[in-house]
């Protein structure tokens, strides 16, 4: 490709392949006998597997793990030579599933001979977590109007109950059974009561009251109120942080429950003995915001544990209210976590699979520079 300066008479060249090696979308070209004559950087990067490796070899033999590419593929060398469009799993030879889009389309030259294919992939996985997301936060909304319905109704009955407990407990004078009895019973009132608060917090939209934070103030404050379970259990705390990231624009108290949540998630998890590392960094890539959120900086807090992890059949549902593998939980730690977060136009993520701990990541909003 040929370029002119402005105002200069002087032509440079572009060479093609520094344009396909820059473009962000994989290119990967298939001649006519079905082998790889071309594989571009973000190639390489979504398929995980060097250009040096996927060269001359038959794509059928690359891909034979993602048929349906290999279909598309063959489609556009057959007679008709049609281009296709499609998405799905591209099986990277470590045994990752990355979602893509494909796109293949036949190369001719100029007198319409056939030469190959060319295969357009493009990187789903960002799209596929924010849709999950969407569903994630729906499902959510519609059990909170749910919980909260049934909160209400609860809670009524219940003060009535308490009120009488103690009532008897005064009637009774000093026996001391009955003084025994009532107590239980007040004290699981107020158990029930405090239940049904957590469900109403999750349903009611939280007044945010939202300041300029130091994030790692906030963490170190968060471990102090913990400190008492990590001395007590054998549990080694590693602080990765990033001294120069720069303030954050959140409500104190909201998050301080997030952080504490997943702390005492990660110390149930590890049941008194592994290691805690918390690392703060600032967001590096291009952040997806809400629609009508103004566009802000990012930064993020990963806490990782190296207690069992989560089942993979599980990981859907950590974040939905009463979800729990603990005999003692009530599953709604991650369910508040997650409203928090979104509520502050931030992100939580989770990365775990069996036997191989869990990190836990959260972004939050930069306050913005004044
Ligand atoms: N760090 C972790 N390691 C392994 N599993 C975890 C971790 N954090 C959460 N989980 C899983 O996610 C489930 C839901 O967590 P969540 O905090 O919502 O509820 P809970 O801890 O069970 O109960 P609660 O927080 O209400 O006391 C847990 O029961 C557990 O199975
Ligand atoms: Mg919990």
């Given at each position: 490709?040929?370029i ?7 032509e440079?060249e572009?060479p093609?392949?520094?344009?396909l090696?820059?473009l962000?979308d994989?290119?990967i ?10 594989v571009n950087?973000?190639a390489?990067?979504?398929?995980q ?8 070899r ?6 034979r793990?993602?048929?349906w590419?290999i ?11 049609s ?16 979602p893509?889009s494909?796109?293949?389309?036949p190369l001719?030259?100029?007198y319409g001979?056939f030469?190959?294919?060319i295969l357009l992939?493009?990187d ?6 924010m849709?999950e997301?969407?569903?994630?936060a729906?499902?959510?909304a ?5 919980a ?19 009532l ?6 000093g ?26 917090d999750l ?5 945010l ?26 549990v080694a705390?590693?602080?990765n ?9 959140a409500d104190?108290?909201?998050?301080t429950?997030v952080?504490?949540?997943?702390i005492k998630?990660?110390l149930?998890a590890?049941?008194g ?39 993979e059949?599980?990981?859907p ?6 979800f729990?593998?603990?005999s003692?939980g ?6 508040i ?9 931030g992100?939580?993520r989770?990365?775990?699979?069996e ?16």
């Amino acid at each position: 490709m040929k370029i002119q300066e402005q105002g200069q008479e002087a032509e440079f060249e572009i060479p093609w392949e520094n344009i396909l090696t820059s473009l962000e979308d994989g290119v990967i070209v298939v001649d006519r006998l079905g082998k790889v004559s071309f594989v571009n950087q973000a190639a390489e990067m979504l398929t995980q597997m060097p250009a040096s490796q996927a060269l001359r070899r038959p794509c059928s033999l690359l891909f034979r793990k993602s048929g349906w590419l290999i279909d598309m593929v063959k489609k556009s060398q057959s007679p008709q030579h049609s281009g296709t469009r499609g998405e799905g799993d591209l099986a990277t030879p470590w045994g990752r599933q990355v979602p893509v889009s494909l796109t293949v389309s036949p190369l001719q030259d100029r007198y319409g001979r056939f030469l190959g294919s060319i295969l357009l992939l493009h990187d789903l996985t960002r799209r596929r977590e924010m849709e999950e997301d969407l569903k994630r936060a729906d499902r959510l909304a519609m059990l909170g109007t749910l919980a909260a319905g049934l909160a209400h109704e609860i809670k009524n009955p219940l003060g009535g109950i308490k009120g009488a407990a103690q009532l008897l407990r005064r009637e009774a004078g000093g026996n001391p059974s009955i003084a025994q009895y009532t107590d239980i019973m007040i004290r699981e009132a107020d158990r029930v009561n405090l239940l049904m608060e957590q469900l109403l917090d999750l349903s009611r939209p939280a007044k945010l009251n939202l300041a300029s934070l130091n994030i790692h103030e906030l963490l170190d404050d968060v471990l102090l109120l913990e400190k008492q379970t990590v001395q007590e259990r054998q549990v080694a705390l590693k602080k990765n942080y990033d001294p120069s990231l720069p303030p954050i624009r959140a409500d104190r108290g909201q998050l301080t429950q997030v952080f504490l949540n997943l702390i005492k998630n990660a110390l149930q998890a590890m049941n008194g003995r592994g290691r805690l590392t918390i690392t703060t960094r600032i967001e590096t890539g291009f952040h997806i915001r809400e629609p009508g959120r103004k566009r802000a900086n990012f930064i993020w807090v990963d806490m990782e544990d190296d207690g069992p992890g989560i089942r993979e059949e599980d990981l859907p549902h950590i974040f939905s209210p009463f979800f729990t593998t603990k005999s003692n939980g009530t599953g709604l730690g991650l369910a508040i976590c997650y409203r928090i977060i979104k509520e502050h136009g931030g992100l939580i993520r989770v990365e775990s699979s069996e036997g191989k701990g869990a990190t836990f990541s959260v972004s939050v909003p930069v306050a913005e520079q004044t």
